[in-house]
Structure formats: structure tokens, C-alpha cells
């Protein structure tokens, strides 16, 4: 990291000279000793993001000032009031009292759930989602002097899980066997019914309170590390699908899931979105715990692993998997424009 740069704190502002060396943008000079820092990370990274998205002369590399300016309002705001649901799930616990989930976990090949990868440096993830583009074809997200290949096979290899077709969980969201899928989570002799949509009477959230004990470990287990929120009382559409799945034996390609989910984050207020995979991401990033010295760096509303708490309650977006309907959709017939008026 560069050395920080002497900002007059402690020193006498009463004059126009100190005022300006307190105020004024680091000069030109220094930007280069911030690029050779990070050029070890790979010269043809950092030449790649120059080239793609140059940043300002005189930005620190990291915090607020690296974040361009239509995305700052979203940055500043992004305060996820629950961080903790991440942890990862107790093996020992789910192995004992459920061996059957377990080694359908296992069978599933989703035994990264169990990794536990330590603090969350909320800021790096807060950045990456800042670059995150979902309408990149390249499939690549610049941060901090990096490139990172987030195509949805780099997913499935980096957190070691399967790399097979979307299409069938694509389908199921679409049409699903809504009996067969009431059975299964909630049993034969359930008559729970769907929350719909009031304008088009589609099944919108399935509800809870009723569900077996398996498909409540299992919601568990989907809402902690593969598809986070900060509510389940109702469950979403493609939440109710994803669970059907993973009951029925049936993998799910997790590497097209998580960038849908990151995408609806951007699409709703931050403060009540949870970040996908703070944890998982962050490492996926190559980063590590913020130091003493970064946080002593950034702004005094920055603070890297403790998010300012919001009073107010979370509120699920009514619109999370018709979010990830659309942009798939989107893609497959390349109607770019209509999918960048659904991000803003």
C-alpha cells in the first residue's frame, strides 16, 4: 500500500497555504507510486484497467474516491443492516442431526457452504459491486488495480461447485409443477397457497410457517450462503425453485444464480439488500481483513467491518425474480438498451 500522504491534520489551518494542502487532491506525482504498488498484482491488469475504465489523476485506489461519481450515492448508502447470516453453516451440527441433508450437500457438490472465510472487508465487496456490470460481455470487473474473471464457469470453479446447465432451473422458474413443488416442501396433505401478484395473479412468494423441517434447513442453508437475504418469512419465487431443486437432487448452476442476485441488489435501496457472498466474494476478489492502517485511512463514515445499523426494517423487493426473468431474457435476445433502463 502507498505511503499515506501528509493531509496537515495537527497543524495549524489558519492560513490559506495549510487550507490548501488540506483540501487539495494529492498531486499527479503520486497517482504513479499508487499504480507501481499495484502493478505487482500483474502489469498487464493494471494496463487492461487503465485502458477500460482510466480513473481520475490524484484517486486513491480504494474508498470512496475510486467509486465514479453516478455511483456514489449507491456507495454511501450501501449500509446492509445484516452481515452476519453469511457464517458458514455448522457441519458437525447438520451432519449429526440431518445426515441425509449433509451428504445431499455433498452429492450436490456445494460443500463450500461449510468453509468458514473469517471477517468481511465490507468496503472491497461494496467496490467490486460498484464495478460489477452485469451488460459486460467480457465478463470481467476491475478493482483496484485488477481484473477479475467473473464469468459464471470462474464462479463454479472458485467455490468448487458444479458446472452444469441453467436451463433446466430456468424452466422450472418459469413453469414450475406448482402441486409437486407444495408436496415436496410442505407435504401431501398441505393446501398452502401462493401470495400473487395482484395486476397478473402470477405466484409471487411461497409461504413459510408450513414447510417441513427439511425444507427449512435446506431455506437455511440457501439463504445463508447461496442466495442471502435478510427475511425469509415469505419465500420468493426462484427461492422456492432453487429449494425444490436442491430436495429433489437436482443441481443448480450457482455461477448464473449469483449474478442475478447481484444485479437485483442494484436495482433496489441498498440499505435494505443483502450483499451476495460478502465472504465468498471478497476472497474471489483476492482480498484479505482490512489493516489497522487502511482504516485508520479512510473517512470516518467508511469504516470497513462495521456497517453503520439502519432502524428501519428490511423490505423484500417484490420484484427479485422477475428481476432475474427479465435480464435473462435480456441477454439471450440482446436487448441491451432495455436491460440498462432496468438497472438505473
Known amino acids: 500500500m502507498p505511503p499515506r500522504n501528509d493531509t496537515g491534520k495537527g497543524k495549524a489551518t489558519s492560513t490559506d497555504q495549510a487550507k490548501a494542502k488540506s483540501t487539495s487532491a ?13 502493478s505487482m498484482n500483474g502489469c498487464q491488469a493494471v494496463a ?12 486513491r485506489e480504494f ?38 441433508i449433509w451428504k445431499g450437500i455433498q452429492d450436490l457438490g456445494l460443500s463450500y457452504v461449510f468453509k468458514n472465510t473469517g471477517d468481511i472487508n465490507l468496503n472491497l465487496v461494496r467496490e467490486f459491486y460498484v464495478w460489477f456490470d452485469p451488460l459486460d460481455t467480457e465478463e470481467l470487473v476491475p478493482i483496484r488495480g485488477r481484473l477479475i474473471d467473473f464469468s459464471a464457469k470462474a464462479i463454479c470453479d472458485f467455490l468448487g461447485a458444479p458446472n452444469v446447465p441453467m436451463e ?16 415436496t416442501l410442505c407435504g401431501v396433505d398441505s393446501i398452502d397457497a401462493w401470495f400473487r401478484y395482484k395486476e397478473t395473479n402470477r405466484h409471487k412468494r411461497f409461504p413459510k410457517k408450513k414447510t ?15 442466495l442471502p437475504c435478510n427475511n425469509d418469512t415469505l419465500v420468493s419465487r426462484v427461492r422456492t425453485c432453487v429449494i425444490y431443486f436442491l430436495m429433489t437432487g437436482q443441481r443448480v448452476h450457482v455461477g448464473h444464480l449469483i449474478p442475478h ?17 460478502m465472504m465468498d466474494l ?6 484479505r481483513p482490512a489493516t489497522f492502517e487502511e482504516r485508520t485511512e479512510l473517512p470516518a463514515d467508511e469504516d470497513v467491518n462495521t456497517p453503520e445499523q439502519s432502524d428501519a426494517e428490511p423490505i423484500q ?10 435480464m435473462t431474457n435480456m441477454m439471450k435476445s440482446g436487448e441491451r438498451q432495455r436491460m440498462t433502463m432496468l438497472l438505473n
Open 168 to 183: 433446466p432451473l430456468e424452466q422450472f422458474i418459469s413453469r414450475p409443477t406448482y402441486r409437486e413443488l407444495r408436496h
Open 261 to 277: 442476485q447481484m444485479a437485483s441488489v442494484r436495482t433496489t435501496h441498498p440499505t435494505n439488500r443483502h450483499l451476495y457472498g
Open 212 to 226: 417441513k423441517a427439511e425444507a427449512e434447513v435446506w431455506l437455511k442453508l440457501n439463504n445463508a450462503r447461496l
Open 48 to 59: 487492461a484497467v487503465d485502458t477500460m475504465r482510466p480513473q481520475p489523476p490524484g484517486q
Open 63 to 100: 474508498g470512496i474516491n475510486s467509486i465514479p461519481p453516478h455511483m456514489r450515492d449507491w456507495y454511501k448508502h450501501c449500509r446492509p443492516k445484516h452481515i452476519h447470516p453469511e457464517g458458514a453453516i455448522q457441519e458437525r451440527s447438520v451432519k449429526a442431526k440431518y445426515p441425509a
Open 26 to 38: 494529492p498531486p499527479p506525482k503520486k497517482r504513479k507510486g499508487g499504480e507501481a504498488a499495484s
Open 282 to 287: 471478497q476472497l474471489r476478489i483476492g482480498g
Open 317 to 326: 423487493s417484490d420484484g427479485e425474480e422477475m428481476v432475474m426473468m427479465k
